[in-house]
């Protein structure tokens, strides 16, 4: 199986930044793709960007492209989300998920981490 951690989310003032972090334990060696999503209240969970472990090759939602930057550190199989010029529209539970293929079939997900962006 494989768990995975989110932790960074908090509050911040629209504008502002925050980062992600996403840590993989466990069998992760058949699984070559990470991503990140998030769902608000009342909303369908939302694809927001992946990256391939390997190779570092990434996919990004329109949404948020030019925002966020997802990138990794296969040493410590981490997953990171940089998230800048934060919005209002951006607050949400943020998940981490692994997978298979391009942009990915997600079969292990985290538990989330709320990020709350004020005006």
């Known amino acids: 199986q494989v768990q995975l951690v989110e932790s960074g989310g908090g509050l911040v003032q629209a504008g502002g930044s925050l980062r992600l972090s996403c840590a993989a334990s466990g069998r992760t060696v058949s699984r070559n793709v990470m991503g990140w999503f998030r769902q608000a209240p009342g909303k369908e969970r939302e694809f927001l960007a992946a990256i391939r472990w390997t190779v570092g090759i990434t996919s990004y939602a329109d949404s948020v492209k030019g925002r966020f930057t997802i990138s990794r550190d296969n040493a410590k199989n981490t997953v990171y989300l940089q998230m800048n010029s934060l919005k209002p529209e951006d607050t949400a539970v943020y998940y981490c998920?692994?997978?298979?293929?391009?942009?990915?079939?997600?079969?292990?997900w985290g538990q989330g981490t709320q990020v709350t962006v004020s005006s």
């Open positions: 998920a692994i997978g298979s293929g391009w942009p990915g079939n997600y079969d292990y």
